[in-house]
């Protein structure tokens, strides 16, 4: 099962490039690399086992709470 949602672009703004020291920094700020993951879920020509493999990522990534770490 491949799930694709649909892809709304942001609206572009200058900023520095997302950097993250480690994975605790990641998930700190996993409100800003979010939107980046996201765009290249429905921007990129992805297979159909790369397009689940990131969408389960996003998932997951999103129910990881300060508690779990």
């Known amino acids: 099962m491949t799930i694709k949602p649909d892809f709304a672009p942001e609206a572009s703004a200058p900023h520095e490039p997302l950097t993250a020291r ?3 920094d990641f998930h700190l700020r996993w409100d800003e690399f979010r939107p ?3 765009s290249i879920h429905g921007l990129l020509d992805l297979s159909q086992d790369q397009a689940e493999t990131l ?3 996003i998932e997951l990534s999103d129910r990881v709470h300060k508690d779990d770490l």
Request: proline share 0%; net charge neutral.
């Open 22 to 24: 480690d994975v605790i």
């Open 55 to 57: 969408y389960w990522l």
């Open 36 to 38: 980046v993951a996201k």
